[in-house]
C-alpha cells in the first residue's frame, strides 16, 4: 500500500473523520436542518442497540453480547458529513404504538424511516404482529414513512434457512397488510438479511440512509461519470467514520466488492493512527492509498474531505493511467463540494445541475 500527503501538519491525529481540513465544508451550516429520523424497533433481544453500536460507535461485535435491553427512548444525532444528518431513535422492544403512554404523533411525525429488527434465530410470529401494528398506525399518522425490514442474527443459519426466513416473513407480512387493506403499503416494504458479525449490518444501513438523501441522484450521477470516464469498475462514496456507503455508481453491488472497500477503510485508518502523531496529522485533503490484490485487482482510496472518501475497485491496466483517473478526481471532488454549496444555501439540487464535472476528461 502506499500513501502520500502534502506537509501542512494537523493540529492532532486525524485519521479519517477527525481534525481540521481547510477544503472541508462548514457541517455546522447544515446541522441546523431538520434532521430526518430512523427508529429502531423490534421485540426485547432482537439486536436492535446492538446494531447501533457497532454501526456508529465501533464497539466489537463480541462486546454486545453485555448490552443491557433498552428500557426507554435513546436518542442520538448522527452528524459526520453534509450528506450524513439524521437521528436514531432507539425504541424499547416493550413499546407499544397503541399504549397510552406514548405519544405516536411524535415519535412517528417527524419520522423519515423505520427499522424493524426481527430475530431470525428466535420464533417471529409475535415480531410479524407487531411490525403490522406498528406499521399500521405509522401509516396512518405518516404516510411517507419508509419501512425497513432487518432480519438479523442470520450469521447462524445455513443459506438456504436464510432464504426461507426472509420468504416466509416477506409472505406473511405482505398478507398481514392484505387482511387490512393495505396492500399498497407492500411495495414500501423492503427486507435484509442481516449480522453484527459481517458486512451485511453496514450495507444494509447505507440503503437505508441513502434514501433519506435528497441529493442522491446527483451523488449517482457523478459517480457514473467518473467511472464511465476513468475506467474504474465500481466506486463508492463512503462515510468513512460509519462505513455507511452514501452513493455508488449503477452498477450492481456485490458483497464480496464492499467488503474489500471497507477493508481498505480500515487497514488507512489503522495506518494513519500509527503514523499520525500531534504534530503532523496522517491524512489531508491531497491523501490516497492503493492497494494492489494479487488477481490485478486495484482498490485506490481518495479522501474528499475529512468525512468522505471516494474508495475505486479497477483493474491493474487501467490504473496505468493514474494521472487521468487523479485529474478526473479532482474534478469530482469539485462537484461535490459544489452540491454541499448548495445545499447550505437551502437550494433543491437536481442531477441535471451536475451532468457533468467541469474539465472531467473522457
Known sequence: MSSYADEDPGSFPRGFGYGPDENDTDIQAVATEQK????LMGLPRSGKSSIQKVVFHKVSPNETLFLESTNKIVKEDISNSSF?????WDLPGQFNPMDANFDPENIFG???AIIFVIDAQDEYMNALTKLHTTVAKAFKINPDIKFEVFIHKVDGLSDDHKIEAQRDIHQRASDNLTDEGLENLRLRYFFYLTSIYDHSIFEAFSKVVQKLIPQLSVLENLLNILTTHSGIEKAFLFDVVSKIYIATDISPVDMQSYELCCDMIDVVNDVSYIYGTKEDGAFDSQSASTIKLNNGTILYLREVNRYLALVCILREDSFDKQG????????????????????????????GEFNQPNGIIK
Open 36 to 39: 430526518p429520523r430512523i427508529l
Open 110 to 112: 417527524g419520522c423519515g
Open 84 to 88: 450524513v444528518q439524521f437521528q436514531i
Open 324 to 351: 487521468v483517473i487523479d485529474y478526473n478526481f479532482l474534478c469530482f471532488r469539485q462537484a461535490i463540494h459544489e452540491v454541499f454549496e448548495v445545499r447550505q444555501r437551502g437550494q433543491l439540487v437536481t442531477s
